[in-house]
């Protein structure tokens, strides 16, 4: 247990990967009936990268995406006392993130899975925060990694145009208080909705004739579009000003609106609510579509290489998917 005087969460590096492989939207419309002008007109999509070969797993993701960041620092893994790996599709139910450690070498590190579809990253960060703030640990490598392009119904044009693989991550260490980059969030889940967006499990039809038990499998995503649309818009502005407001701060204080990059209508329909300009918006969906957890770390590491991030700016990232989860992170950054 350290010092309770180290209260404060610091921003030490950020790194991502993405699969080399692209798929454009001309090359969807060899798989289902669409257009690459209505994928680039309703979600600003144009193309996504797929993990394939066999060989290749989101464990390679996510350990290139944390290799990058401890190597901007030059940090050993054996510094980082805790992974939280933010996924929705593991390669082992039981969790990946132990996969993670070894593969990166980080010997020293407790590490677990936390699932929360598209929040998920945003929700492992202040996981990661409140473990710092606690004095419990010192240095948390938070990473968001997702391969849904292994859970798409690829003859379902509602799902599959959206979606694409990566892996973003973030090392985040424990500081004096008066450093504190994190400085405050507002989350919220709404279960009642969770048929709106779902990779569920189902039992085949028969069950075991001694145990009386049914086994089954996972389905494919299911999605009602219209259904998430309306509650990102209507609900992610609500969770950016709730932050805001019990921090003191206003929309125009905010540098970068950094959102979950799911539609690109998403995003600039949540800055029109917030009237937040449009040049302070970070969008990169275009070339990697909706990957869920990595979308924010991925998105603000090519931000930050860009070197569109100053001191001092104040970020506002928000999650929003699958569970319904929602919510909001403010940051004050600092190099
Ligand atoms: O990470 C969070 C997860 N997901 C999201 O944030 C998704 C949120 N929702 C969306 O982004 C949008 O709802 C979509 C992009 C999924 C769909 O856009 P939309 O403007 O809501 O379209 P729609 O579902 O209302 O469909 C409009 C029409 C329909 O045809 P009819 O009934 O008007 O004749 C669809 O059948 O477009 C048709 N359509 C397509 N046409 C060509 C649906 N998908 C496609 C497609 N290509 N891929």
Not at 28 to 39: A, G, M, P, R
Not at 231 to 255: H, M, R
Not at 315 to 332: E, N, P, Q
């Amino acid at each position: 247990m350290k010092s309770l005087m180290m209260q404060g969460t610091r921003i030490l590096a950020t790194g991502s990967a993405v699969p080399n492989s692209g798929l454009s939207n001309e090359q969807i419309t060899q798989l289902v009936d669409t257009s690459d002008e209505w994928i680039s007109t309703r979600t600003g999509i144009q193309e996504r990268r797929l993990l394939t070969g066999s060989n290749t797993s989101i464990i390679d993701l996510a350990t290139l995406a944390a290799s990058k960041a401890l190597d901007k620092i030059s940090m050993s893994p054996c510094q980082i006392d805790l992974i939280i790996l933010a996924t929705s599709t593991p390669n082992d139910l039981f969790g990946s993130a132990s996969q993670v450690q070894a593969k990166l070498k980080a010997l020293n590190a407790v590490s677990f899975d936390l699932t929360a579809a598209c929040s998920g990253f945003v929700l492992a960060m202040i996981t990661a925060s409140q473990f710092l703030q606690s004095g419990s640990y010192d240095t948390v490598l938070v990473i968001g990694a997702d391969v849904l392009s292994k859970w798409i119904d690829w003859s379902d044009r509602n799902t599959c145009i959206l979606f694409g693989d990566a892996a973003g991550a973030m090392i985040l260490q424990s500081c004096l208080k008066n450093n504190n980059q994190i400085l405050g969030f507002q989350l919220n889940t709404n279960g009642d909705h969770y048929s709106q967006l779902c990779l569920s499990y189902k039992n085949n039809k028969s069950k075991n004739p001694v145990l009386g038990i049914y086994q089954g499998s996972f389905n494919y995503i299911s999605m009602n579009g219209k259904e998430v649309y309306k509650f990102a818009v209507s609900q992610v502005p609500l969770s950016i000003l709730k932050c805001l407001n019990s921090l003191n701060l206003s929309v125009s204080d905010i540098s970068w609106l950094l959102l979950h990059q799911a539609n690109k209508r998403i995003i600039t329909a949540v800055a029109d609510k917030l009237s937040i300009s449009l040049s302070k918006i970070i969008i990169n969906l275009n070339k990697y579509g909706n990957t869920s957890a990595a979308s924010i770390p991925l998105a603000l590491d090519e931000a930050i290489s860009q070197n569109k991030i100053f001191n001092n700016d104040i970020l506002v990232m928000s999650g929003f998917g699958a569970g319904l989860t929602w919510g909001t992170a403010v940051i004050k950054w600092k190099y």
